[in-house]
């Protein structure tokens, strides 16, 4: 285990290293010139070339990606273009919001469409199974949006159970913190919630095939027991790969979920700054988020060996 | 009152292309203590036979009918809360394939432990201490270290021994073996033979023995069954069915097996192959099902079902040719 966790730990080094590079190359491979953006419509030429100068876009590539990854592994992210504050104070204004509505997606949607998947491998052919892969073909054709306007009109405009929009720490009361986050992690969590359901299905349809499910049986165990006790923890690794890959999903989808509901969250720092073309906050938002999608796959690596014994590394 | 009698049992499977008259009308009774074999070709319905008695039957596609009286309940009138309550406790059963009828990622201990908590109400920590009795009772070498092992950890052999230790946990009164030694090679077989039996007489538990093996039949059986295309053919005692098949069914079957008596030990005295094929089992057939291969075969056996009919004390058979021996009364 700790051995399996020092190679993977070494191994996410390396995969954040190259990520940074792909990160700081964004600067190049971008349309426009970030200097002529930032200098505005009326720059003259001269004020254009001081801004590149600033930015030390005039100097060789490798020597300021070199630069630039000396500064990030000493926690330095660079300040903003716009705003002149740190890069790291930036986001670390940004990242409650955006973690709370993280982790609740993902607890809804696992609480959810984990049992809806179970139940509905275990009925599957009748009614309620066709119900629940309905539903779940639904959410994953309806965008984002749309689903975040429809339930915001219901339940907080018309049934006002949830407020409209904004964002309430959770220094300011755990209720007023959850009652915040509910519709805009339904929202988010939709397209995830389907993936999960589906894939949970899938697994437990050929786990409930499998003859330990018919010894189970035999034994007398109850069909709860079957399902989550004996099905759920062979059909565990799917579930957990597809919790893990749809996190990027999440990511993406923070974003549109945060301007709908007007969340101050990292989405919405990500949003501004590529509009503003404030190239190191962009930098570090991205590096931040790709550290966190390899690092929870490594906490899934290390939940495969938890859940099925025969996997080793 | 026999400990279970099984009676006119229909197990039939609505398929896309007909219904799969998979067993058909047969009529059986076990007493206590006693071993009733079951053979017959591949697909002749002996595993859902025995799945029927436990009612472990998928419904839909599957449907019973009939009586299943075990110590004198109809388990096909019980609610499914009643079932499971017999499940594993008085009723437990043995899989052919021990690669693959245990859990994968629970522990040895937990899965022999599990009946012993549903049934008796043992906590985890005494139903943990009686597994590690029970891996010891079925011979595994250091079972306080096995009881903490998953099922991959163990040879083909010692996982079956330990479904025979999750069969036996609770002492069942009738144990349903499915073809428990097919899967694992010769020495092995005998091991895991002598083990049922010795484990047998030590419980007292009946056993409803599927197996394809007629030197198994002879060494443990009481009595036999033959089953044709989810029918029964012929039922006698051991002895009696090897000297004296009545059934043409029987005869092919037994057509390569060495005489009773020589050493069967070991030998992988198999059912003999019959010309032909199992009819159909979807199609309406009047006739006796075993018509199209059988050498003694006339037209009334294509026309006219032949009915079980007592041939000699204690011996049915269903054929219009067997010969009859009653003693007179
Ligand atoms: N769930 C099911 N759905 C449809 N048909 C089934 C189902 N289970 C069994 N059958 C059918 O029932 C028939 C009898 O099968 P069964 O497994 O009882 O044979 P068997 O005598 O045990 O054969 P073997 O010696 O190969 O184990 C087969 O034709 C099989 O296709
Ligand atoms: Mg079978």
New binding site residues.
């Given amino acids: 285990m700790l051995a399996l966790a020092a190679r993977r730990i070494i191994a996410t080094v390396i995969v954040m290293a190259v990520v940074a590079l792909f990160v700081f190359s964004l600067l190049y491979l971008a349309p426009g010139d970030p200097a002529a953006v930032i200098a505005g419509d009326q720059a003259t030429p001269a004020d254009i070339a001081r801004i590149r100068q600033s930015l030390g876009l005039d100097r060789p590539f490798f020597i300021r990606f070199g630069e630039w990854f000396w500064r990030i592994l000493q926690g330095d992210l660079g300040r903003s273009i716009f705003t002149g504050s740190p890069v790291s104070e930036l986001i670390g204004q940004r990242l409650g919001p955006t973690i709370s509505l993280m982790v609740l997606t993902v607890a809804f949607a696992v609480a959810i469409a984990v049992p809806a998947g179970v139940f509905a491998a275990s009925k599957a052919g009748t009614w309620v199974d066709n119900c629940f892969m309905s539903l779940a073909v639904f959410g994953f054709s309806v965008p984002v949006f749309v689903i975040g306007y429809v339930l915001a009109y219901v339940f907080a405009l018309q049934l006002e159970w949830f407020p409209v929009q904004g964002y309430t720490a959770l220094a300011d009361g755990v209720w007023p913190w959850f009652q915040s986050l509910v519709l805009p992690s339904i929202t988010l969590g939709c397209v995830y919630m389907a993936l999960i359901a589906r894939i949970t299905r899938a697994s437990m349809l050929e786990v409930l095939q499998q003859e330990y499910i018919r010894t189970a049986r035999s034994k007398g165990a109850a069909e709860l027991d079957i399902l989550f006790v004996h099905a759920l923890k062979n059909a565990a690794v799917p579930i957990i790969t597809i919790v893990g890959i749809g996190i990027a999903l999440l990511i993406g989808g923070a974003v549109v979920t945060e301007s709908v509901f007007a969340i101050p969250g990292l989405g919405r720092l990500t949003v501004d700054a590529i509009m503003r073309r404030d190239y190191p906050v962009i930098q570090g938002v991205v590096l931040l988020f790709s550290f966190v999608y390899v690092l929870i796959n490594l906490l899934i690596d290390l939940a495969y060996t938890l859940l099925d014994p025969r996997i080793r590394y | 009152m026999a400990l279970l009698e099984v009676e006119d049992l229909q197990t039939h ?1 609505r ?1 896309p292309d007909g219904i ?1 008259r ?1 067993v058909d009308g047969v009529t059986f009774s076990i007493e206590s203590g006693q071993t009733l074999a079951l053979v ?1 070709e ?7 036979t025995a799945m029927s008695i436990l009612r472990l039957i ?1 419904e839909p ?2 449907k019973m009918a009939g009586k299943i009286r075990f110590m004198g309940r109809n388990l096909l009138d019980l609610s499914d809360k009643e079932m499971r309550g017999i499940r594993g406790n008085d009723i437990s059963m043995i899989f052919q394939e021990p690669m693959n009828s245990l859990n994968p990622v629970l522990t040895i201990g937990r899965q022999i432990g599990e009946t012993l908590r549903l049934h008796q109400g043992l906590s985890q920590k005494e139903a943990e201490q009686r597994a590690v009795d029970m891996l010891s009772r079925v011979g595994i070498p250091e079972p306080t270290r096995r009881v903490g092992e998953y099922p991959h950890q163990l040879s083909g052999g010692m996982r079956q021994r330990v479904m025979i230790a999750i069969a036996l946990a609770c002492n069942p009164k009738l144990l349903i073996a499915d ?1 428990p030694t097919t899967a694992l090679d010769v020495t092995i077989q005998a091991q895991i033979l002598d083990l049922v039996r010795d484990l047998k007489t030590d419980i007292g538990a009946a056993i409803l023995l599927i197996t ?1 093996d007629l030197g198994v039949v002879a060494e443990v059986a009481d009595r036999v069954i033959v089953m044709y295309a989810g029918r029964k053919m012929e039922e006698a005692s051991v002895p009696e069915l090897f000297a004296n098949p009545k059934h043409p069914y029987t005869e092919g079957l037994l057509g390569a097996i060495p005489r009773l008596g020589s050493s069967l030990r070991g030998a992988t005295a198999r059912l003999s192959e019959i010309p032909g094929m199992v009819p159909n ?1 979807k199609k309406q057939i009047d006739g006796c099902l075993f018509s199209e291969r059988c050498y003694k075969a006339t037209d009334i056996c294509r026309k006219i079902a032949p009915g079980l009919e007592e041939k000699a004390p204690g011996h049915v058979a269903a054929c219009h040719y067997a010969s009859k021996e009653m003693v007179p009364a």
């Fill in positions: 499977f398929t799969n998979s017959g591949s697909g002749c319905g002996k595993s859902v998928p596609p599957g073809e394809h089992l």
